[in-house]
């Protein structure tokens, strides 16, 4: 159902209305395409995270890469306690964590994004990487932690929330101004091998009253023409774009799309220096992504702590396709499958448009902390492990073999799993 038509039967307010009446009805990088939604039985033999949080996961291989805020890691089949400072890899299928990857960072790891011959790259809010400076972005080698010198990237000021690489470009996003040397706000693209900014990467990203922009979620579909961010900008190129922009780059200069949406504008869902908008990931085959939202505030016309589908086919106005209200619970991550759209949070329900202030409303679901929505209904799916809440899931990957799930929490599906967890395919 067309979230235009189904507000139509609703009292709505005028402003409402007149915004209703100008759109047209018409999701990290695109996640694995796979053909069947995962098991409800948890991965045994995923690490354990024994403190912190788990930001961000990558897939290199037949490796995961993890990365946040903690110091002591375990696998699922022994005591023994690791130490391990914001990052670590283990293997896929066995949980064996690699004794040599073992960087030493001084600082929270909040992106991560697999690189070429054995890579990985790493951002967040750390200054220094095996003692040497290494301001926010780094390269390292899998097989042994060691920095990867020709790799030059270096964040002058602020932090790196989001990485996405693809062949020779690798996009990076966050709370900075500066990166190698070149001014750019929040957003950069970088030579995947050197480090060397894109001087030709420019979107003109602006900000009202002189706030500071910030970007801080990224997807690029998985045809490489196709990049979406959110952020605290309100302009991009001199044109109206609330909170979130879609810009082809297919070519060698990125143009940004006619494509647009009011959906997030003026919404009194939350203050945030930066956005309420907490995660955005594309479909495989790239025609829509979702978006998942915080806000701590449920209205049935608006998009706080919600999961919206939007069409990216056609420029001009946009409303979403569907949306689905969790009645007053932040989702802070999205994976989109083609066959599910998995959301985490710290969410009770889906499927809640009526639930106010934190409540169940006629016809939530209960699907406390991870769910899965049907792309095409918007409505939750069956599926339903549950996971204990705390802040809630931060990272969504899906890979070959299943999802990957990073939080602060101890427990999925009624087991044991400190802070990181996975779910196989049937």
């Known amino acids: 159902m067309n979230y235009r038509d189904w507000l139509a039967p609703r009292a709505l307010t005028a402003a409402t209305l007149a915004l209703a009446a100008l759109l047209a009805p ?12 995962v098991s409800e039985r948890p991965m045994r033999w995923t690490p354990h995270v024994l403190d912190g949080t788990v930001f961000a996961i990558a897939v290199v291989g037949d490796i995961a890469v993890v990365g946040g805020d903690f110091t002591q890691v375990r696998t699922a089949f ?8 914001h990052v670590f890899a283990f293997r896929l299928g066995t949980g064996e964590i690699l004794p040599d990857f073992a960087p030493d960072l001084d600082g929270t790891v909040y992106a991560l994004a697999a690189g070429a011959d ?7 809010g750390f200054t220094t990487v095996n003692g040497g400076e290494r301001r926010g972005l780094a390269r390292l080698d899998i097989r042994t932690g ?32 500066k990166i190698s040397g070149v001014w750019r706000a929040a957003l950069a693209r970088l030579d995947a091998t ?32 196709q990049l979406l961010i959110d952020g605290s900008f309100t302009r991009v190129e001199g044109e109206d774009r609330y909170n979130l922009a879609l810009v082809d780059v297919s070519e060698d200069l990125p143009v940004l799309r006619g494509w647009n949406t009011h959906a997030y504008q003026n919404s009194a869902c939350i203050w945030s220096p930066s956005t309420y908008l907490r995660g955005l990931d594309f479909a495989p085959d790239g025609s829509y992504f979702v978006v998942v939202t915080s806000g701590h505030l449920n209205e049935p016309h608006k998009l706080c702590d919600t999961a919206a589908r939007f069409e990216t086919e056609g420029d001009g106005l946009h409303a979403p396709t569907w949306v689905n209200h969790t009645g007053g619970n932040t989702l802070l991550s999205v994976a989109v499958t083609g066959t599910a759209v998995y959301v985490g949070g710290h969410q009770q329900w889906l499927d809640n448009t009526y639930g106010r202030n934190k409540s169940q409303g006629p016809g939530a679901v209960p699907r406390v902390g991870i769910g899965a929505i049907d792309p095409e209904t918007g409505k939750a799916l069956p599926w339903n492990p549950t996971k204990d809440r705390g802040v809630g899931v931060e990272a969504l990957v899906a890979y070959p073999g299943g999802l990957l799930v990073g939080s602060d929490s101890e427990y999925m599906g009624h087991e044991y799993h400190a802070r990181l967890g996975g779910f196989e395919l049937p």
Not at 78 to 84: G, T
Not at 118 to 124: A, D, E, K, M
Not at 161 to 176: P, T
């Open 146 to 177: 060691a920095v990867r010198t020709d790799f030059a990237g270096t964040i002058a000021d602020g932090e790196v929330h989001n990485l996405v690489s693809r062949g020779d470009r690798l996009y990076v996003s966050g709370w900075f101004s």
């Open 118 to 124: 054995g890579t990985v790259y790493v951002g967040g």
């Open 194 to 225: 050197t480090g060397a900014p894109d001087r030709g990467f420019e979107l003109g990203l602006e900000r009202p009253a002189g706030g500071l922009v910030r970007v801080e979620h990224m997807a690029v579909s998985e045809d490489d023409t």
């Open 78 to 85: 022994s005591q023994a306690v690791l130490d391990r400072r």
């Open 26 to 37: 018409c999701p990290a990088t695109a996640d694995e395409a796979q053909s069947s939604v």
